[in-house]
């Protein structure tokens, strides 16, 4: 059971769900981002520490039972990293047995909550995380702008319109809009900016990323330097390593989407107008509903 908490109120926080059940980590996601937290989620226990440490996450809501890597082994990786220290990690799991519970806890969890999950319980959980930057804390979906001319579909509409669907699928059209969505929130969230207009296209088995934006006041002094050519060059390298540092929750945002991993990520940006594109080739060619 979860600790109880002085003050019944929730400050806002930033909640990775690890579960390999991707019904089950949808719905999940869905309420807790009702409620009011940015919420991101994974269905792989094994890329879960690259996403967790991209996203800043200041909760984890980890299933015990997972393939490649599971919980307890998450859970302990967790704890072995500094940057983790303030972190809550919660365990959910379907098993009652005090098996699991013990273990659980020899892992470094926090609590344990058994599945199905609680309101109150969920409530709890989120009262009693510790937000230590609350610079980080994420803008309601209602104050954020869209931007370009494309409509952009919050990742929590997503989940609704596919959990609703026979298919549990999202088609061409929405799939789009809610990358450019997921983009967006990463850009301004993770990179301190935005771009002027976002755009994603499917093409077969690649997703293509256009973001039309300009370059800072730095990097454009950068680009006038007494070398332009490595001053260009300078640029292209901050801006790729940047991608390349949160590939793991882009990756992990397209899976969640489409159904269907990343193999390898391909990024330019043209050091006159701004323009950058971000090319990600998938395993296969998605499925829309």
Known sequence: MAKSTTSSAITPCRVLIVDDN??????????????????HVTYSGKQALDVATAFRADLLLVDLVMPEMDGC????????????AHTKVVAITGH?????????MKAGFDALLIKPIPLAQIKEILSSVDVVDRSRIPRPVS??????????????EARRIRSERQSKSLTQTESQEAICDGMIRFQEEYMGRRSDEFYAHFVKDLLIVRMQGSLTQAETQL??????????????????????TARPMLESLIHEVTGVKVTSMHHDISTVTGEEVVLFSLVNEPRFG
Not at 96 to 104: G, P, S, T, V
Request: proline letters at 4%; hydrophobic letters at 30%; aromatic letters at 2%.
């Open 73 to 84: 082994h998450l859970a302990r990786q967790i704890r072995q990293n500094p940057g983790f």
């Open 223 to 244: 680009g006038k330097s007494s070398s332009p050519e490595k001053g260009r060059d300078l640029i292209k390298q901050v801006r790729k390593q940047l991608l390349e």
């Open 22 to 39: 991707r019904d089950g980590a949808d719905a999940l996601g869905l309420l807790v981002e009702e409620l009011g937290n940015e919420v």
């Open 96 to 104: 009652k047995d005090a098996e699991h519970a013990a273990k659980a």
């Open 143 to 156: 104050q954020r702008t869209d931007v370009g001319h494309e409509r952009h579909l919050p990742i929590s």
